[in-house]
């Protein structure tokens, strides 16, 4: 499973380890991914969301019934 908030749409970052001697090789910056469930009171029902922190905080700032809303109009199933 790739490593993909479902809100926000983040993805893992690429760069270098660099050590002391300036020696480089390569690695991987991963998002602080969580999986969560949510109440959707209309639905009377749990979604379960892979999201990020930062998508997290989208929800609690926009409310999950708009984020799902979102979702489900860009094809996604929930």
């Known amino acids: 499973m790739s490593r993909v908030c479902d809100v926000t749409g983040k993805k ?7 050590s002391h ?3 480089k090789s390569r690695r991987r910056f991963n998002i602080n ?3 969560k ?5 209309d639905e ?3 979604v379960t969301l892979m999201v990020s922190t930062q ?4 929800i609690d700032k926009n409310g999950i019934r708009k984020i ?3 979702l489900r109009s ?3 199933k929930i």
């Open 12 to 18: 893992p970052m690429y760069g270098n380890n660099v």
């Open 21 to 23: 001697a300036h020696n």
């Open 33 to 35: 991914l969580q999986k």
């Open 37 to 41: 469930r949510f109440w959707l009171p």
């Open 44 to 46: 009377k029902r749990f």
């Open 55 to 58: 998508g997290m905080r989208l």
């Open 68 to 70: 799902v809303n979102n």
């Open 74 to 76: 860009q094809g996604m």
